[in-house]
């Protein structure tokens, strides 16, 4: 039907030239193209911003992760998604915001003003955004639309989600031969400000990390992937982060300050699952996470899932309620972690498992407190310090507290390394393992969302996806 609209709107204007009218249809001040530039921006702040907030209508996982639990309105602290829509947000940003930008802007490049080596080079940086918005969905939901995602029929099939993956790590290696100089954005790169070899290592940091979450569903292809990651160079140090920098003013401050301080709402406290953890470990990062802490900074943490009244609990920090706070969506502490993973399992290149794991803590240790500041009493500890008999429980534990201010990645930890989470209050339950299907994709593509959810026993949060072994 749109074809034949399309061609009966060309046969009026062929037949109607000598009285056109067309003019009168057009905005002067607007521009009839968004420049590639603006779209690719737009993409990546769109991403940020959902990844970065937590907001009981969009992104709960910080909550999921049990860093966090809620004061008065607590079904999202019990794993509610369907009350407010949580999975649909999630599904909506992506698909209609990240991905559908990234793949317009992608098409604008043709009439973009750069040489042929930047608009390559851009159009590498896109891949780099795409591929985290489909892993981001992957990792939540398991399988998701991918090859039908952006048809014109909005009823997309929805692939395997092994598969994704595994084509997912084909297009960030493609996309590596091409981030070389400068890409076509320059300014509207709001990450890297138009630096393509700054792109590369984030390519090869998000390989790494796609590579280190399946090694347990297909070792061989993760050692592969991870290996290669390795040897093409992936971040070495936190100037090398895929971070982004929020505006002290709205509309682009930081969405936790919103959320935290413009919103003036007192929704959040620590949940005791982290703050037993840190109080145990005894943590100096605890003052920096949370504030109304007891004696030395003791968090006191609320029972997950639980109405608690804000005042007697442990608060979110005062770092979460500056607006210019950063976000990264991957991070050499990140980094650090999956590379002390990688020599636990004797990948090529990854080095020593102790030196990275210590220089995954340390540098989260400067991330919160300052650069320089001394860690060692921390790694001296015997639940902290290194021991190749219990390093895998290890390192998902200190990711887990590392990862305080990425909570997708935290709520990934949980789930790779089997972390022990308190049971929420009217839930019943530990954390899920996954999130289930919007309910709108029920409603408009329910074929295809059924049959993807028998993979999941019925769209079951406690079935695990592909890498949740």
């Known amino acids: 039907m749109k074809k034949i609209l399309f061609a009966a709107a060309a046969a009026l204007a062929i037949t109607s030239c000598t009285n056109d009218l067309s003019d009168l ?100 940086a896109i891949e780099v955004m795409e591929v985290l918005a489909y892993s981001f969905l992957v990792d939540l939901f ?177 770092a979460l309620e500056d607006p210019t706070w950063s976000h990264a969506a991957i991070d050499y502490v990140e980094v650090e972690f999956l590379m002390a993973h990688a020599a636990v399992a004797g990948w090529s290149g990854a080095g020593d498992a102790a030196t990275h794991y210590n220089a995954g803590i340390t540098a989260s240790m400067e991330e919160w407190l300052g650069a320089g500041v001394d860690a060692s009493v921390y790694l001296a500890q015997p639940a902290v310090a290194y021991d190749a008999a219990t390093a895998g429980l290890q390192i998902g534990v200190q990711k887990w507290i590392a990862m305080y201010s990425n909570a997708p990645e935290a709520y990934a930890a949980v789930r790779q390394y089997d972390l022990p989470m308190e049971t929420a209050a009217l839930a019943g339950t530990v954390t899920p393992n996954r999130y289930s299907y919007p309910l709108d994709e029920y409603a408009l593509n329910d074929a295809n969302v059924s049959a993807a959810a028998a993979k999941f026993g019925g769209d079951d949060t406690f079935a695990k996806i592909f890498w949740d072994m």
């Open 25 to 124: 249809n057009v905005n002067g001040k607007a521009p009839e193209t968004v420049p590639a530039g603006a779209l690719f921006a737009n993409a990546t702040m769109g991403y940020y911003d959902f990844v970065s907030v937590q907001d009981v209508n969009q992104n709960n996982l910080r909550l999921w992760a049990q860093h966090w639990t809620q004061t008065t309105y607590t079904d999202e602290s019990n794993f509610q998604l369907n009350e407010r829509d949580v999975n649909g947000s999630a599904f909506v940003r992506m698909y209609t915001t990240v991905i559908r930008d990234c793949e317009e802007a992608r098409a604008a490049l043709a009439t973009t003003p750069a040489t042929a080596d930047q608009k390559v080079a851009a159009e590498g």
């Open 142 to 318: 398991g399988d998701v639309p991918y090859t039908e995602a952006l048809s014109e029929t909005n009823v997309p099939a929805y692939d395997d989600d092994a598969a994704i993956y595994g084509d997912l790590l084909d297009r960030l290696d493609a996309a590596v031969g091409q981030l070389n100089g400068t890409n076509a954005f320059g300014s509207s790169d709001i990450i890297y400000g138009g630096d393509a070899a700054a792109w590369k290592k984030a390519a090869y940091s998000l390989m790494l990390r796609m590579a280190v979450r399946m090694i347990d569903a297909d070792p061989t292809a993760a050692q592969s992937w991870g290996e290669k990651a390795i040897a093409g160079g992936v971040f070495m140090s936190s100037a090398d982060d895929m971070r982004l920098f929020y505006a002290s003013a709205p509309p682009h401050t930081h969405p936790m300050w919103e959320t935290l301080v413009q919103s003036g709402r007192t929704d959040f406290v620590a949940s005791a699952t982290l703050g037993d953890v840190l109080n145990a470990l005894n943590d100096p990062r605890r003052g920096a996470f949370f504030k109304s802490n007891g004696g030395a900074d003791s968090i006191i943490g609320a029972p997950q899932g639980y109405q608690v009244n804000y005042y007697d609990y442990s608060q979110p920090g005062t």
